[in-house]
């Protein structure tokens, strides 16, 4: 069955501080790959996205994530994380086939230290 | 992008009972689906709403416990039949306008069952 792998279940930063949160997912085929962020008490908005094309993605908010289709991963990045970055991430994967159904990871906590 | 709007946002009902949760979209959309959250936890898809004919459930899920209609391209409903405190969970609804475009989603309707 189709997976998504998310390393890292909470991470705690400084502002300033780098962030990269890593996500992996099992399925072979061609591949649609999203992250999405849920602000405390919000619903869910899309960071960015990536369906072909260039492997590096910018995304609102001075995010950006890299395809890497040898390792089947899709890293999020973001240089200097700030206070208003707290909230949780998930990544998100979309197969060509199969009804197009969006499977989410478990989700990574983000809390940023002002 | 489309907007979505569910009812009810949020609800308490006694176990043993069933609700209701409406979601209408502001345009046409190809593809319809319903998610759950439980408390801290990620997105599991429960099913997909297909136009005019039975949803697709995911494993784990049934028919009999959730039962979804989708009437045309706009309107969807999900049911969670028989509750018990472990349907507790906020409900979403999803949608996408096509293959090449990202999943919108709801608000939710956050249910507490006692």
């Known amino acids: 069955a189709q997976s998504v792998s998310q390393h890292n279940h909470h991470v705690i930063l400084s502002e300033a501080a780098s962030l990269e949160l890593g996500c992996n997912y099992s399925y072979g085929g061609t591949v649609n790959l999203f992250w999405y962020v849920q602000y405390p008490g919000q619903h869910l908005q899309l960071l960015l996205k990536y369906f072909s094309g260039d492997p590096l993605v910018k995304g609102i908010k001075g995010f950006e994530a890299e395809f890497i289709k040898s390792k089947f991963s899709f890293n999020l990045r973001k240089p200097s994380v700030q206070w208003s970055d707290t909230a949780e991430y998930f990544c998100a994967v979309r197969r060509d086939t199969g009804g197009f159904k969006t499977i989410f990871g478990a989700g990574t906590r983000l809390f940023v230290k002002a | 992008s489309a907007v979505i709007s569910q009812k009810p946002s949020r609800d308490i009902c006694q176990r043993g009972t069933s609700l209701t949760i409406q979601c209408q979209v502001d345009?046409?959309?190809?593809?319809m689906f319903w998610y759950r959250q439980q408390p801290g936890q990620s997105l599991t898809l429960i099913a997909t709403a297909n136009q005019g004919s039975e949803a697709t459930y995911e494993s784990g899920f049934v028919i009999d416990k959730f039962p979804i209609s989708r009437p045309n391209l706009t309107f969807s409903t999900l049911t969670v039949s028989n509750m018990s405190p472990e349907d507790s969970s906020i409900y979403l609804c999803?949608?996408?306008?096509?293959?090449?475009?990202?999943?919108?989603f709801g608000q939710g309707t956050r249910l507490t069952v006692v």
């Open positions: 345009s046409q959309v190809t593809m």
């Open positions: 999803s949608v996408a306008q096509g293959a090449d475009t990202e999943a919108f």
